[in-house]
């Protein structure tokens, strides 16, 4: 009877024994899964990090790039419109850089902001990454037209306004034709064009500026063409930056 109950009493020990054993070695693998865990999260949280900050850095960069560039074209093809009595601005206002009102290069330098970064974007979205031409010497010509055919709306002497708008609608399709040919291209300069006339026809009724002989609505009727031409182009701008600041973070 006695070893009968010794008997019982080691094997209860060595079942408790293991099972303390094996709770024990449960809960280490817990703890090490656990920290494996946190390990992983923490790579990931900070490879996202840094992918954000990349991003975000290429973001405001070529948003400040295409802002510059705005900015520029506009000082530079209002100027021209302004010597050739296209536009005319009341004296007070005529007293900052180049002789143009203050407020038209930030206008224009964010406008061109917003369209050169949702060009890009507008690309990714449809699923069409843009690649016809895609380098700065295309680029560079594109600019060159677009100042070409705003040096022609105020240039070139027709009979009338509806062949001047003509030609120039003919011209500004010519360099979506030449150095884009995409319809994310089509869609925003189209939209561009409208929905800067709208402002522009805007700002003439309330009498901010004017323009000379107006045949559309208190503006110029050829004034569309310019918006889309020049929409197409920072447009253009802002895919070849775009391009440059994903092959940068790549080679990062």
Known sequence: MTRLEDHWWSCSCASRVETKQSSSGASWLASKAKEMMSIITTVLSNAYGSLYDVRTTNLIRRGLVLFTVGVFLALVLNLLQIQRNVTLFPEEVMTALFS?????PPCCGTGAAVIGLLYPCLDSHLGEPHKFKREWA?????????????????KLDFDNNV????????????????FDR????FGLGITTAFL???ITQVLVYNGVYQYTSPDFLYVRSWLPCIFFSGGVTVGNIGRQLAMGGVEKSHVD
């Open 100 to 104: 143009s009102a203050w407020w038209i």
């Open 138 to 154: 295309s680029v560079m010509r594109c600019i060159a037209v677009f100042v070409g055919i705003n040096h022609a709306s105020v």
């Open 163 to 178: 062949q001047l708008s003509l030609t120039l609608a003919a011209l500004s399709l010519g360099l979506w034709w030449t």
């Open 182 to 185: 995409s319809r994310s291209g």
């Open 196 to 198: 800067a006339t709208v």
